[in-house]
Structures are given as structure tokens and as C-alpha cells.
């Protein structure tokens, strides 16, 4: 059977991911993703509407903490990531379904000390656009707790540096730039 690049043909009541070519299962995952960070963003705005963005802000704390731990239960179950390095927390980070909303790269200095730089980020380049410095409550509160969380899932003793984050010095400059060592 020819594998499906698409899905504009026929309906198919038995479609499997299989089914689909590699192509077309990338297309799905980077769909999947963009989903994914717009659900995040939809909640937050509507929330920021009705009750202002200190609420918001708190909200999407509470919910980011909760949902990163089930998230990274979920991609290590699935991916059989064992380890309790850096390496195998970053393993698990470039394939949550928020990495492929960004660019990113990582210098790897040994499995126990790497740094990851992002090098594009739409949900900051949508809050620079909009102008109210939202990025700094982010990229400054938001981030750092969250990668803290994502670490301490593999290791209580790894350290979380923040290293750059937002306001950037030109559209060109790097978004954020993270140390994980331990």
C-alpha cells in the first residue's frame, strides 16, 4: 500500500498513523505542536481578558508546573529515557511538543554541563510585537521555575543558569540562553 503524503482523498473510518508516509507524520507532529502552543496561548489571553494578566500570569504558572512533570512522565515512558543527567533531561526536552515551535541549538560541554540557546521563539516575537514588555514575565518568571521543574524530574541536583533572556539587543540577538549543569 502507497503511504499517504496527505489526506485529501478518500476518508479512510480505519486510518492508523502508519498509514501515513514520514513526510506527512512530521507535518503532523509540527500540526500537533502548533496546537499545542496556541491552546497555551488562547487560555492565557482569554484569562488576561476577563481577569488581567497578574491572574493570567499566576494561572499559567500553576498550570506549567503541573503540566511539565505529566509531560515529561509521558515523553521518558514512551521514549525510555532512564538517565539522571543533563543530557538525558535535554534528550527529553528537544522532543516535548514545545521544541518544535522553536529554533534552538546546544553546547555540549560534557553529559553533566550544556547549554541551550534559543534562537527563535515565536510566543516572544509575538509579545515583543505587542509592545507591553508581557516577554519580561515570561521569559524572567515563567521559564526559569519551569526549567527548574523539568531538571529536578531528572535530578534535584542539576542547576538552572539563566544566562540571557529577553529584552534582546537586536532582532538578530539570540532569545534566551540557558546552563544546565551538574
Known amino acids: 500500500m502507497k503511504k499517504l503524503d496527505d489526506y485529501s482523498g478518500d476518508f479512510n473510518p480505519d486510518l492508523k498513523p ?21 491552546l497555551d ?19 499559567d504558572i500553576l498550570v506549567w508546573e503541573k503540566l511539565c512533570l505529566y509531560e515529561m512522565k509521558q515523553i521518558t515512558s514512551a ?16 522532543i516535548s511538543p514545545w521544541a518544535w515551535n522553536i529554533k534552538f541549538s ?19 516575537s509575538a509579545l515583543e510585537r505587542e509592545g507591553r514588555g508581557r516577554e519580561n514575565d515570561i521569559c524572567n518568571t515563567v521559564e526559569p521555575r519551569l526549567n527548574r521543574l523539568y531538571a529536578s524530574f531528572f535530578n534535584p541536583d542539576i542547576q538552572v543558569n539563566c544566562l540571557k533572556t529577553p529584552p534582546r539587543e537586536s532582532e538578530n540577538d539570540y532569545y534566551c540562553r540557558w546552563e544546565f549543569k551538574l
Open 106 to 124: 546546544f553546547e555540549i560541554i560534557n553529559d553533566n554541563h550544556i547549554i541551550w540557546t534559543v534562537q527563535h521563539c515565536p510566543t516572544v
Open 18 to 38: 502508519s498509514d501515513f508516509s514520514y513526510e506527512a507524520l512530521e507535518k503532523l507532529i509540527r500540526t500537533y505542536a502548533k496546537l499545542y502552543k496556541a
Open 79 to 94: 521514549f525510555n529515557i532512564t538517565g539522571k543527567d543533563v543530557k538525558s533531561l535535554m534528550k527529553a526536552v528537544q
Open 41 to 59: 496561548g488562547y487560555w492565557y489571553l482569554s484569562l488576561m481578558e476577563k481577569r488581567g494578566n497578574d491572574e493570567a500570569l499566576a494561572c
